[in-house]
Structure formats: structure tokens, C-alpha cells
């Protein structure tokens, strides 16, 4: 069963699905090693994962080790209909299209929930508090799950503290394979890819405003440097602002930055970080997006509010007017720029990320008897092995300890 736009687009989709396979060769060595093994066998699986071509491959290594696969998106403009086509050729069950309307969205995800899976692979919370909400009781069949991205992580330790998650849930997100390359350099690379192809300016010269200076911030504002513009940074956390400071970027608070900027990337995973206070203060011509997980972080429907007319101003690119005369510009409705106006990450990243997400489901199947309801991390046997075969695909060498070492750094007498 499945639920798209359109069977026939297929072939598009496969013809992305072999290029970003062609650049991931971890998940090639793990689709390998699924596939004699098959420790997926008589498990379902739904996953939920911004649905384009690296989640497709993803879904297919899954796939080749056995798995019954439901699969859905995770943000309704990242959804790219002719990849869901060639998963369902594949005869893999999939619930998504492009722009699904919020009612559509949640039957999507409903979807994959009613199929009663053993796994949840889950970006951003949202299977999850479904699960907990309105099917308790298809919780019983849940070994455990994977979350994905920081926001999910902030939900899974509020469940966590208040005693309601009702089974394991591994922190992906929080594996050193993951945040510390995605998070910072996929988003670095990609957020920018997103604006750039979206609005055709030079970024040379310009005042950068990034609103958050955690591990996505970070790469933003590095990447910004590196085409030339004058990076600000906005931040709650003084420890952070200090870093932007010494990493070379100016710190002030947004409602000064706003006066500035020519670009803004919001990237907190907070709500409310850009406001009509900030609006009425920005040049004519601005333009805002978000790089964070859910579309609150620039308060879209209180600049629609303001607005005296709007306008599409280019491909996915909404002109708002204030009553002062200024135009704003916001690219794609203020969800996640690098793919509800990108295709995402680099395939690279996405290998690291997803076979740390495959090897942490593999974890739970073989450890299904042994975790408790509650979040555990990534186990550091896992993030190493990934980082070991990487290092090795890449076909780099490093140094190990000699024996005398080893016990050198593991001893406190000199
Ligand atoms: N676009 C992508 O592809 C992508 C990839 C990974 C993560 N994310 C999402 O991006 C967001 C950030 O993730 P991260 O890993 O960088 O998190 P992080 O916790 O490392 O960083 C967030 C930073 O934002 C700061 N912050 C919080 N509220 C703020 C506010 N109101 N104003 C200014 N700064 C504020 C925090 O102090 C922190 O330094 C999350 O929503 C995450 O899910 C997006």
C-alpha cells in the first residue's frame, strides 16, 4: 500500500537514488552485509526522514536486510514525489508528496504508525509523540527507535524526565559521526546551496545575520566567511557567543542585527528568534530563511499579518511589504532552506548519518531484550566503526598506539 503523487515519475527518481548511491559507500558496504544477513527479517520498519534520494537509499539498505518498510517525510516541502515513485516501483510502502497540506501530512504519518512497526526511524519527533498520542496501543510492538536531528533530541529528553517514552530511543543525532559532520558541514555546504540557487545573489559584501551558533550555526557562518561576506551572530548562550567572537564574527543581539543584515539564517531550533520587532527595523530587499527543524524560528504568519501586500517575488521566494514601504523577502515559507529549496545534504555527510542510523537499528534488534524505555546514546563501538571504514574509504592511513602508550595514557604514575 502506498499513498503518492504519481507511480509513473520513477525513473527520475532512481536515476538520483544511483548517483547518491554511487557517493556512499558506507551504506554500500552495510546494504552489502544486510543483504547475506538479513537481520531485518519479520521486522517493520517506519521511518520518517526528509524524503529524497539519500533517505531512499537508506530505505533500501534497510530494505535489503529484511525489513518491511513504511516510510513517510518528515517536513512537507522536502518531499521530492518522483524518489517516492521509485521507491514504491521497488515495492516499498510510502506516504508522501510534495506540499501535503497539514491534514494530508498528518494521514501520511498516521500511515506509517497504523502498520504497527517493530522500529521507528524518526526525524524531528514526530512518529514518536504520534506513537505516544494516539496509538498507545500499538506501542507493545515498538523494540525501539532512532531520532535523527537536535530538535527530535530536545522532545526524546522531555519525555524521558517526565517518564512517558514508552521504549528505547537511540540518540543518532548525538554520535560524533553525525553531528559534528552533518549537523556542521552538510548544513554548512547545503544551507547555502539552498539560498544561492534559490535567489541568484552574490553573497560577496553582504551582511550575513546567523541567528544560533550551535554545531548547524557554526558551519553556516564558516561557509559565509569563506564567499566573502561579514558574518554576524545572534546567540542566547554566552559560552557560544564567545566562540563566535573568537572564530572572527561580530555578536550582537538580533534586534540590532536586524538594522544590518542583508541575509538572515535563522538556525536555533528555538521559536520566535526573527519577530515583527526585528521586521519593522530591516533594510528593503532583506531576505530571511531557517535552517532549523520546524518553521518557527522567523515568525511567518506575523509578517503576513504586517504585510500591506505581498507578492511572489521569485521561485519559491514570498515578497512581503511593510507599511514603512520595505519589501522582505522569505524563501520557502521559512522551512528548512536546504530542503524545501535544496536536495539536502551532500551524499557524503548522508553515508555517515544513515549508516550510524542503520547500525543503530541493527543495535536494537540485537540488543531488543536488553534496553530500557528510555534514550540511550549511539554506543561509541558503533561511531567508531563508522568513522574506521570512512577513513578507509577515503583511502587514508592513520597512526595507532603502541602498547607502551596505551598504557602510558592510561596510567597516572609517571
Ligand atoms: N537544516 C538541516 O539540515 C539541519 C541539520 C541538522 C540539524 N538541524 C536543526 O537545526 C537546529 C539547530 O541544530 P544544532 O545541532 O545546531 O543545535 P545546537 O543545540 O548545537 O545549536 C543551537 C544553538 O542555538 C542557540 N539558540 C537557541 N535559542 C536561540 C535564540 N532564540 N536566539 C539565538 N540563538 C539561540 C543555542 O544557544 C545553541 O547554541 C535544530 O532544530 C536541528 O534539528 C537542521
Redesign the pocket.
Known amino acids: 500500500m502506498s499513498e503518492i503523487r504519481n507511480e509513473s515519475i520513477w525513473k527520475s527518481g532512481k536515476t538520483k537514488i544511483d548517483w547518491v548511491r554511487a557517493n556512499m559507500p558506507l551504506l554500500n558496504s552495510i546494504e552489502k552485509e544486510f543483504s547475506e544477513k538479513k537481520p531485518f527479517k519479520g521486522i517493520k520498519i517506519a521511518l520518517s526522514i ?1 524524503l529524497e534520494a539519500k533517505t531512499a537509499y537508506l530505505c533500501k539498505v534497510l530494505a535489503a536486510g529484511g525489513a518491511e518498510m513504511y516510510i513517510t517525510g518528515s517536513n512537507p516541502l522536502s518531499t521530492q514525489d518522483d524518489v517516492a515513485a521509485a521507491l514504491v516501483h521497488d515495492g516499498l510502502n510510502v506516504y508522501a508528496w510534495y506540499n501535503a497540506s497539514d491534514e494530508e501530512y498528518h494521514r501520511h504519518t498516521s500511515e506509517v504508525i497504523k502498520a504497527g512497526p517493530n522500529i521507528i526511524i524518526d526525524d ?1 519527533g514526530d512518529l514518536v509523540n504520534l506513537i505516544h498520542n494516539e496509538y498507545p496501543e500499538l506501542i507493545d510492538n515498538v523494540i525501539g527507535g532512532c531520532e ?7 522532545r526524546l529528553i522531555a519525555m524521558n524526565n517526565d517518564n512517558a517514552l514508552k521504549f528505547p530511543m537511540v540518540l543518532v ?1 548525538n554520535a560524533d559521526c553525525k ?1 559534528l559532520f ?3 558541514y ?2 554548512g555546504q ?2 547555502w546551496d539552498g539560498i544561492n540557487r534559490t535567489t541568484n545573489l552574490i553573497v560577496a559584501g553582504k551582511n550575513v545575520v546567523v ?9 553556516v557562518a564558516m561557509r559565509a566567511k569563506g564567499m566573502g561576506a561579514s558574518v554576524i551572530v ?4 554566552p559560552i ?1 557567543a564567545m566562540e563566535a567572537v573568537m572564530d572572527g564574527f561580530k555578536v550582537m543581539k ?1 534586534e540590532k542585527a536586524a538594522k544590518i543584515g542583508d541575509f538572515f539564517i ?8 526573527i519577530t515583527e520587532k526585528s521586521f519593522m527595523n530591516m533594510k528593503d530587499g532583506a531576505i530571511m530563511c531557517n ?4 518553521d518557527c ?1 522567523v515568525d511567518v504568519a506575523g509578517l503576513k499579518d504586517l504585510a500591506v501586500e505581498t507578492k511572489q517575488a521569485r521561485n519559491n521566494i514570498m515578497g512581503y511589504k511593510l507599511p514603512n514601504g520595505n519589501w522582505l523577502n522569505v524563501i520557502a515559507e521559512g522551512r ?4 524545501a529549496a535544496g536536495d ?2 551532500p551524499a557524503e555527510i548522508m553515508d555517515m548519518s544513515f549508516a550510524i542510523q542503520a547500525l543503530s537499528a541493527l543495535y536494537l534488534v540485537e540488543n531488543r531484550d536488553k534496553l530500557k524505555e528510555k534514550i540511550i546514546d549511539v554506543p561509541k563501538s558503533v561511531d567508531n566503526e563508522v568513522a574506521r571504514r570512512k577513513i578507509k574509504f577515503w583511502g587514508l592511513e592513520i597512526d595507532s598506539l603502541t602498547p607502551e602508550q596505551e598504557k602510558y595514557l592510561s596510567s597516572w604514575e609517571v
Open positions: 526528509h524531528g535523527e536531528t537536535t530538535t527530535g533530541i530536545i543525532n553531528h552533518d549537523n556542521r552538510g548544513t547545503s544551507v541567528a544560533g551558533y550551535g554545531w548547524c550555526g557554526k558551519g545572534t546567540e542566547i548562550d557560544k538580533m535563522t538556525v536555533t531550533g528555538c521559536k520566535d528568534v535552517a532549523g527543524h520546524f524560528e528548512l532552506v536546504n530542503l539536502g545534504h
